[in-house]
């Protein structure tokens, strides 16, 4: 979960590279580096600990001249946040420069050899290991760098997505990639290559996803060349890139989060466009319609995920299982992956990410479809490795999710699953038609409810500064909701480093309560659904032993009203869906919290954006 940057070509490298690190900054923020190859051939590696900002105050006033060059942004997993482990890597000789999004898991295996013969690390690294193979592979085989690096790979094990320089050569970059992400954009007489399609989208609007197991040879005098580890020449396949750099700006607001909040109501549309029909009689999803007969014949559908797509999965999890009737588990894609699950061709495998680059979820699909079991991705981004590993999909078309916090994802996902459950369910015959109508109207109709709770803002900005020095949060959900509240205790955590904790609300009394007195703020939703009683009951409970409840309600509640100590109202939409109404107001609870506290909203410590390590 590193970014890697690269360029070859005609311009200045390094703006070029300094620009997409800020781009693929979401990744992984505690130390950056470059390397660029000056048209003389000297080999010129600048790395420190600490964000983009950082590398380019320690590069003022240093040459960093040159036409081609990798760059790095880091989220540490082998050795700690510093200078020394920052990358580049580079060999022994210093001749060989290299980055690395992944983990060579055989590393110490390959350093012990190393050391035998002569080698010293300097860096507490496993990447380090990879360019001191790289340079022993050369040199005793008196080889070229890309014959060295298709060698040297095949002695590793673990996830990479590597670009690798050499001292002398100014035109050529080689690059690999096994289980971590790598776009390469193809200009004229130029090449850019990137994590994603971030950095790129600026230069051209041509890339290509290099596959597992494959390398390219990047030379900007010649045509691209792909073959994998067995030396087999694959066919460049050149797609066109959906995506604007104002997808990739801020915008005017503050944070990312803010930005990507506020988009929802638009996300939603674009997330439902040409998929429900405008009268609300019909849902067309073709990635389930053309499979249909796979799901309902199904013994069970498995839902996969990590994080915030794990807690759309539960609410997924209700949707098929109250309107299809068809049994569903939610597996954490961690777990599942390690677990020996009982997993066949009867089952349904659906795998929930946004950036479609999660390592354990990945994982996860490899290990079901290894077993038989047909794949169903719901993913954000584009071409990512998961959307291609699936057997079928349906993106939810939110765009670029920036803010390390997932907020307009979540709501895409859950759209989606709405979607699925309802196309399955009419395939199935398990829904009424004026249910049907019901939902699919709701759905047409979530953009301006959606709207409406953005509308909160400027009331939960006031509000929150009561809670700038909440030590616990404790968030209460049922139903529906439950997932909902699961995720808003998340997004507080994480951006506010605030402990809280999510709980379906009539569990509450087997244990949880007794952590509550006057110092703990409750969150509550209590929205009018089929359990509403049920739940007044519930917060009844955490007020007659004081606890401060700050209750989600619907708009116009009485009853909730004279029990909470604050309301917020939210408008209202079919049951199922009521959690994506909810989810708005706690994900603006928690921004204006962390805010509050001057936290880095964006980038909150020891987090990045997509986990593509295990
Ligand atoms: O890209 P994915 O949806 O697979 O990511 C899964 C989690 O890492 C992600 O949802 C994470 O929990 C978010 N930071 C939550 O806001």
Not at 286 to 302: D, H, P, T, W, Y
Not at 356 to 381: H, M, Q, S
Not at 501 to 518: C, N, Q, W
Request: hydrophobic share 40%.
């Amino acid at each position: 979960m590193c970014g890697i940057v690269g360029y070859v070509g005609y311009r200045e490298a390094f703006p070029i590279l300094i620009s997409g690190l800020h781009r693929l900054e979401y990744r992984g923020y505690d130390s950056a580096g470059v390397a660029l190859v000056s048209d003389d051939g000297r080999l010129n590696v600048q790395k420190c600990r600490g964000k983009v900002a950082d590398l380019e105050n320690f590069t003022v006033s240093k040459d960093v001249s040159g036409h081609i060059g990798i760059a790095h942004t880091r989220w540490a997993t082998h050795g700690e946040p510093n200078d020394v482990n920052a990358h580049p890597h580079y060999s022994e000789s210093g001749n060989i420069a290299l980055i690395h999004n992944g983990i060579i898991e055989n590393y110490g295996v390959l350093k012990d050899a190393l050391i035998e013969n002569g080698y010293t690390f300097k860096s507490g690294t496993d990447t380090e290991v990879l360019v001191q193979l790289i340079e022993y592979v050369k040199t005793t085989n008196n080889c070229s760098l890309f014959e060295a690096v298709q060698s040297a790979l095949k002695q590793v094990v673990g996830a990479y997505a590597i670009a690798v320089v050499e001292k002398g050569n100014c035109d050529e970059i080689i690059a690999a990639r096994k289980s971590s992400p790598m776009v390469i954009g193809v200009g004229e007489g130029e090449y850019f290559l990137a994590s994603d399609a971030t950095p790129i989208v600026e230069y051209t609007d041509r890339v290509v996803y290099v596959n597992d197991g494959e390398i390219a040879v990047i030379n900007r005098n010649k045509p691209l060349k792909i073959v994998n580890l067995d030396n087999i020449e694959s066919r460049v396949d050149i797609k066109k890139l959906e995506l604007s750099i104002s997808q990739l700006e801020k915008g005017g607001y503050p944070h990312f989060m803010l930005k990507e909040i506020h988009e929802q109501p638009k996300t939603i549309v674009d997330c439902i466009r040409g998929r429900v029909a405008a009268d609300g009689s019909n849902v067309v999803l073709s990635g389930v319609m053309a499979n249909c007969e796979r799901f309902l014949q199904a013994k069970r559908i498995v839902f996969v995920g990590c994080g915030t797509s794990w807690h759309a999965a539960l609410i997924g999890e209700h949707l098929i299982e109250d309107l299809c009737r068809i049994p569903v588990e939610v597996e954490y894609a961690s777990e599942f992956r390690y677990r020996n699950p009982v997993i066949g061709p009867d089952d349904v495998v659906i795998a929930v990410s946004q950036s479609g680059e999660t390592a354990d979820t990945l994982a996860a699909v490899e290990l079901a479809k290894k077993n038989g079991a047909f794949i169903f991705g719901i993913c954000n981004v584009v071409g990512s490795s998961i959307a291609r590993a699936t057997d079928s999909g349906a993106y939810i078309h939110v765009g670029p999710e920036i803010g390390v916090a997932s907020t307009k994802a979540f709501t895409g996902q859950v759209t989606v699953m709405a979607m699925v459950a309802l196309t399955l369910a009419r395939a199935k015959g398990t829904i009424g038609e004026e249910h049907f109508r019901e939902i699919a109207n709701g759905l047409l109709h979530l953009p301006a409810l959606i709207e409406q709770a953005v509308e909160l803002d400027a009331q939960i900005r006031d509000f929150s500064k009561m809670f700038t020095y909440a030590r616990n949060f404790i968030y209460l959900g049922r139903g529906y909701n439950y997932p909902a509240a699961l995720e808003g205790a998340l997004k507080l955590k994480e951006i506010s480093y605030i402990h809280a904790e999510g709980y379906p609300a009539a569990e509450m009394k087997h244990g949880p309560i007794a952590l509550i007195d006057s110092e703990m703020p409750v969150v509550a939703i209590a929205t009018r659904d089929s359990i509403y009683e049920k739940t007044v009951s519930n917060i009844q409970e955490i007020k007659a032993r004081g606890g401060r409840i700050i209750a989600i309600v619907e708009q116009g509640d009485t009853v909730v009203r004279n029990i909470a100590d604050y309301c917020i109202e939210v408008p209202t939409a079919p049951e199922c869906l009521m959690p994506l109404v909810v989810s708005v107001p706690l994900q603006l609870l928690a921004y204006y919290i962390a805010v509050n506290k001057g936290r880095d909203v964006d980038q909150p410590r020891n987090l990045a954006k997509s986990v593509t390590v295990e």
